[in-house]
């Protein structure tokens, strides 16, 4: 909950003038959406889903609801882990007006040290895959700084470091941690795929918006900072991550990928879930955040879908 105030505390302070905040309680076993009402009293607008939808379920209902008002251009999907700077959403809206055909665009993430934050990337390949799956965090970063880096192409080039661009740019991708989509957009391209329970949600929809002839725009004088990764604090909420991952990226393939690049995506996947299967055996069996997050099933889940080919 302490995110959450910071996030829009923050937001009390932006520049722009005419906006309504939503808050989405995803399923919390908590009564932190009773003490937010309290405090915020009519400046927040607070859903409560009876259980977890995930992050595109969750999102969707609030989406849908202001689809259904039908009296705004825009929406905005925010993570509660972020601080945003004042004018980040009159820059954001300021480059969709100027231009009709953006149909998206996402701010400047910053890391809590003020360093740049990794957020805009290319649509990924089988490759890319294989990277972000099967190797070590240590070696991306070392080849990131090495000739190794040619040998990668420069299609991996976003997934090494962070784009470093000032001026607003035409991309691929963005984080779901904060994307400003048109009314218009969503409306052609439909909300985001709830069959993404926990990543590549944000991918599919990208890759839905530019498919459909829109543009997605970097604009970096809209400033946010993000606190990734703060749900997951321990190891076994990390192999929870990882397993909803691994769905999720094979459900992803099977959307947009042919046959070869599928086949490709699902032996990445299968060895990555080989990899992992002692630390979280380990876990499932001997750790109670383990037995908590049900990585057993959950593992099982992501065994059946890749290898079988199921769909989630």
């Avoid at 321990?234 to 769905?247: Q, R, S």
């Avoid at 046959?259 to 979280?280: E, N, Q, V």
């Avoid at 990585?295 to 059946?304: P, V």
Wanted: proline share 4%; with cysteine.
């Amino acid at each position: 909950m302490k995110d959450t105030v910071k996030c829009l505390d923050s937001l009390k302070k932006i520049t722009y003038p005419n906006y309504e905040a939503i808050v989405v309680d995803n399923g919390s076993k908590s009564n932190d959406a009773d003490v937010l009402e309290k405090e915020y009293g009519d400046y927040i607008k607070v859903i409560r889903n009876k259980e977890n939808l995930g992050f595109a379920g969750g999102n969707n209902v609030a989406v849908r609801k202001i689809l259904k008002a039908g009296k705004s251009d825009y929406v905005l999907l925010l993570n509660n882990d972020t601080v945003v700077e004042p004018n980040f959403l009159t820059e954001l809206i300021k480059v969709a007006e100027n231009d009709s055909k953006v149909g998206m665009d996402t701010p400047k993430l910053l890391n809590p040290d003020g360093s740049l934050q990794q957020s805009v990337r290319e649509f990924p390949t089988p490759f890319v895959v294989f990277l972000s799956f099967c190797v070590p965090k240590f070696f991306k970063k070392i080849a990131s700084q090495t000739a190794l880096k040619k040998f990668f192409g420069k299609k991996v080039d976003s997934y090494f470091q962070a784009f470093e661009g000032e001026e607003p740019v035409e991309i691929d991708n963005a984080s779901g941690a904060c994307l400003l989509a048109r009314m218009e957009t969503i409306r052609q391209v439909g909300i985001l795929d709830e069959k993404f329970f926990l990543s590549s949600e944000d991918v599919d929809w990208c890759y839905r918006v530019k498919k459909a002839g829109w543009k997605i725009v970097y604009v970096p004088k809209a400033k946010m900072t993000h606190f990734v990764s703060k749900s997951f604090k321990n190891k076994a909420a990390e192999h929870f991550y990882f397993c909803h991952k691994v769905a999720s990226k094979h459900y992803y393939a099977k959307k947009h990928y042919n046959k070869i690049d599928i086949l490709k995506i699902r032996l990445t996947l299968l060895f990555a879930l080989i990899m992992k299967s002692p630390f979280i055996i380990y876990y499932s069996l001997f750790k109670e955040q383990g037995k908590k997050f049900n990585l057993g099933n959950l593992y099982k889940n992501s065994i059946n879908r890749v290898f079988f080919n199921k769909m989630p």
